[in-house]
C-alpha cells in the first residue's frame, strides 16, 4: 500500500484559492491513477477530480472550471489548485492512489478546507 500525505487545507474566504499536495512515498507514478475526493459533514464522500497516466483530467461537474489537477512525477507529488472557492466546496479532501495493476486503492487521511466569511 503507497503511503500518502495531504497539506495545504485551511480557511479561506469565498472567492479565494488554495493549492492542496499530495506526497507519495516509494511510488511510481506510471503504475498508479490519483484522484481528490472530498466528504462534506453527514455526506457521502464524492470524486472530485482524477488524472490518469496519459495526464488527462476528469473533475466534477461543480468544480470544473474552477479545480486543477496535476502531478509532479520527480517530486511524487499530485496537486489539486482550488480557486473560486466556495462555502460548499467545504470539505475534507482526501488524496487517493489506485494501482492499475492490483486495483488496490491507497488513502491519506484527509485535510479540512473551509470556505467562509
Known amino acids: 500500500q503507497v503511503q500518502l500525505a495531504e497539506s495545504g487545507g485551511g480557511l479561506v474566504q469565498p472567492g479565494g484559492s488554495l493549492r492542496l499536495s499530495c506526497a507519495a512515498s516509494s511510488i511510481t507514478f506510471s503504475t498508479h491513477g490519483w484522484s481528490w475526493y472530498r466528504q462534506a459533514p453527514g455526506k457521502q464522500r464524492e470524486l472530485v477530480a482524477s488524472i490518469g497516466h496519459g495526464g488527462s483530467a476528469n473533475y466534477a461537474d461543480s468544480v470544473r472550471g474552477r479545480f486543477t489537477i496535476s502531478r509532479d512525477s520527480a517530486k511524487f507529488t499530485v496537486y489539486l489548485q482550488m480557486g473560486n472557492l466556495k462555502p460548499e466546496d467545504t470539505a475534507v479532501y482526501y488524496c487517493?492512489?489506485?494501482?492499475?495493476?492490483?486495483?488496490?486503492?491507497?488513502w491519506g487521511r484527509g485535510t479540512q478546507v473551509t470556505v467562509s466569511s
Open positions: 487517493n492512489a489506485q494501482s492499475y495493476i492490483t486495483l488496490q486503492h491507497s
